[in-house]
């Protein structure tokens, strides 16, 4: 078991622009999240509270919306990011998915059910990051979408019939109880109360990462840089 | 009337006497014949209403009450004052009328300890006749004390023309009048088949009050502009104008136009069908609470509408009992529009934005705001984009498999992948938290043997 905070220089994870790529989607996944549950849950005490707190559904509306914009900003600035610049697309070719994940996890299964097999060697991204990304990317984009003809509602009513509209409202506040659940039920537990990162990993912040951690985490990614002498050998 | 013919009794002799040109003789027979019919026709008059044949002057009347002195005391009352103010009587739109035209059964002088009630039939007869019929004059016929009778109302000496300022009936103070016994408590102890003082008081709060204190509007209703006047009866009386069947017609006395637009609304229909719950004006608007749609109290307020619709079209028993639709008002509370206009955005549609209000028709019929070929229009009020695509699909109904296959599938498909979601996390978390643990207990073999 590797320690966290051992000895030799720490290794960059996430550049500057990672990390308020993400802040500023949390911070507006979380302003989403409470203004929409607010009007998701408007017959129930909380949902009444949320938006007497919003300033009525006028208020919260503006917020909502607001933060749907600086989300859509943050995404967009993401699509420049990983289409555009060198360390972007590194980073979203690291991001791809593939079969090897799927072995990964049921390696990891056997790993943890106590069975006699090595655990996975994980590249710069393991599956469970893989999955985080790619789950909360097409969420995202389900809601933008959604979203975007709730907002524009006059407009969508020209192009598309009342059920579909009516669906797509359904399907705006389904989707957001996915979304809530990915962030508050698996994303929260994946980095603070996993017992490798109790009580936070602290790389979203920082940045940086252990060549410990990384050994034990990414090992894959660890021998590369090692190899390219990167980083110095860690026990 | 009984007066005239006095006068002219006494009168009889002096157009005799000025007519220059006929002979003495044949002036003293026209003189004595026209005397004699008239003294004649007089007494028989006055025999037959039980009057004196000897003129009452009001002087005469006057000798005695015009003494600031004279009182009379029943026995076990406080003296009452029997003086007459002349200058009262005067300025009343009676000051033509002498004493005994209201006060009869006079036969001498002193006259007797008590006269009966002032008198008002002998002139006023339409109205008597409708006041013996009304509850009032029918709880008179039942000897109750408290029923007001014409001068309760009216005023005595100093009566004024109703529609003069000074006049107690007059339509901007009438309210006060009627309250007088009304809003009396002792009084509505006395009789439990009167109304709440609580609801004859709200009139005072609601358009119709206000714009008569307020606003001064002679016109606007008051008590009796909807109940009647001398003919006033009780709401469950059928020839009562605020009976259920009647309230329209009352209403749409002033309403015209709404009348108009109320009768074609399947309402109107269901009502004039005996449906005993189908809405009348008051059943939407309230009656003596009514107040204007702005005003946010009002029952008819943008905000109100949803639950002064749903008293019925979501009670179940109504629903039930006339085949409505179900499961209306709730459809609506949840949708973007009813969460609006319960967290207080007026403009937000609520049922009459879509469905009319007066003339609201049921969904089937062409007529209706809502009907299908309508529906762009009326969405497009709000919604300038909405077109004929936007009329496919329905709104507001209970989402189940076969009236929104969409919405349903989505749910659906949701319940399960929230619920295999959770299923799949919880499963992982614990799996790891299982190796964990393990892994732990295997790195430290010697502590305390466990597991």
Same mark, same amino acid.
């Given at each position: ?30 302003? /989403? ?16 509270? /949320? ?54 996890? =049921? ?5 943890? /059910? ?73 994303? =929260? ?43 110095? #050998?860690?026990? | ?176 009048? *009627? ?104 059943? *939407? ?47 609506? #509370? ?118």
């Amino acid at each position: 078991m590797a320690s966290r905070g051992s000895a030799g220089a720490s290794v960059q994870r996430f550049t500057l622009n990672e990390r308020v790529q993400h802040a500023l989607l949390m911070a507006s996944t979380l302003i /989403l999240l409470i203004t929409g549950f607010s009007l998701l849950f408007h017959d129930v005490w909380i949902g009444r509270w /949320l938006l007497w707190l919003e300033g009525g559904v006028e208020g919260r509306g503006l917020i909502h919306r607001g933060a749907a914009v600086v989300l859509m900003a943050v995404a967009a600035c993401h699509l420049v990011y990983i289409l555009l610049t060198e360390r972007g697309h590194g980073q979203f070719m690291h991001m791809r998915p593939c079969v090897q994940d799927v072995r990964d996890l =049921l390696q990891m299964v056997r790993v943890n /059910l106590g069975q006699p097999v090595e655990r996975p060697a994980f590249n710069r991204y393991d599956y469970r990051q893989k999955f985080q990304y790619w789950a909360l990317a097409i969420a995202g984009a389900t809601m933008v979408l959604s979203g975007l003809a709730l907002w524009f509602a006059t407009e969508a009513m020209a192009v598309m019939p009342k059920w579909m509209f009516d669906l797509l409202a359904v399907l705006h506040g389904r989707e957001s109880i996915v979304i809530f659940l990915l962030l508050f039920l698996w994303h =929260l537990y994946d980095v603070h109360l996993r017992p490798e990162v109790f009580p936070m990993d602290w790389s979203w912040i920082t940045g940086r990462i252990s060549p410990s951690d990384l050994k034990a985490r990414h090992r894959a990614e660890y021998e590369r840089l090692r190899r390219a002498g990167s980083i110095d #050998a860690v026990e | 009337m009984m007066h005239h013919t006095r006068r002219m009794a006494v009168g009889g002799p002096v157009p005799a006497r000025g007519v220059r040109q006929a002979s003495r003789a044949a002036r003293l027979v026209l003189g004595f014949g026209c005397f004699l019919i008239f003294t004649l026709w007089g007494s028989a008059m006055g025999a037959a209403t039980g009057r004196p044949s000897a003129q009452l002057t009001d002087a005469e009347c006057l000798r005695c009450h015009g003494d600031l002195a004279l009182t009379k005391a029943q026995p076990g009352e406080r003296a009452r004052t029997m003086y007459v103010d002349r200058a009262i009587l005067t300025q009343s739109r009676h000051a033509k009328v002498p004493c005994t035209g209201c006060h009869t059964g006079i036969s001498r002088l002193p006259h007797e300890p008590t006269l009966g009630r002032a008198e008002c039939v002998s002139c006023h007869q339409r109205e008597a006749t409708a006041y013996a019929d009304s509850i009032h004059g029918r709880g008179l016929a039942k000897k109750d004390a408290d029923v007001p009778t014409c001068p309760r109302c009216h005023g005595g000496h100093n009566i004024a023309a109703v529609k003069e300022p000074t006049s107690r009936v007059q339509p901007l103070h009438l309210a006060k009048i *009627c309250m007088e016994c009304h809003a009396d408590s002792r009084i509505t102890a006395r009789h439990p088949e009167m109304p709440s003082v609580l609801v004859i008081r709200a009139y005072g709060d609601s358009v119709h009050g206000q714009a008569v204190t307020k606003k001064g509007l002679s016109v606007a209703p008051t008590c009796t502009g909807c109940h009647g006047t001398h003919d006033l009866k009780p709401a469950d009386d059928p020839a009562s104008p605020v009976n259920r069947a009647n309230v329209a017609e009352t209403c749409g006395g002033c309403h015209q136009g709404i009348l108009t637009d109320y009768r074609q609304s399947i309402h109107a229909e269901a009502l004039a069908r005996g449906v005993k719950e189908a809405p009348t004006c008051t059943g *939407c608007h309230g009656e003596h609470t009514i107040a204007a749609p702005s005003d946010p109290a009002s029952r008819v307020a943008p905000r109100n509408i949803p639950k002064t619709c749903g008293s019925c079209h979501a009670a179940e028993r109504i629903v039930r009992a006339y085949g409505l639709a179900t499961k209306r008002g709730e459809t609506y #509370a949840d949708s973007f529009h009813g969460i609006a206009s319960k967290f207080g955005n007026p403009e937000a549609a609520n049922c009459a934005s879509c469905h009319g209000f007066h003339d609201v028709r049921p969904s089937s019929d062409p007529r209706s705001r809502v009907a299908k070929a309508n529906l762009p229009a009326t969405c497009g009020k709000c919604h300038p984009g909405a077109g004929a695509m936007f009329a496919e699909g329905r709104v507001h109904i209970e989402k189940t498999k076969e009236s929104a296959p969409g919405v349903f599938f989505v749910r659906t498909f949701y319940t399960w992948f929230i619920g295999t979601l959770m299923v799949c996390f919880l499963g992982y978390m614990a799996v790891e938290v299982y190796g964990y643990r393990r892994r732990r207990r295997q790195a430290r073999p010697n502590r305390g043997g466990r597991g």
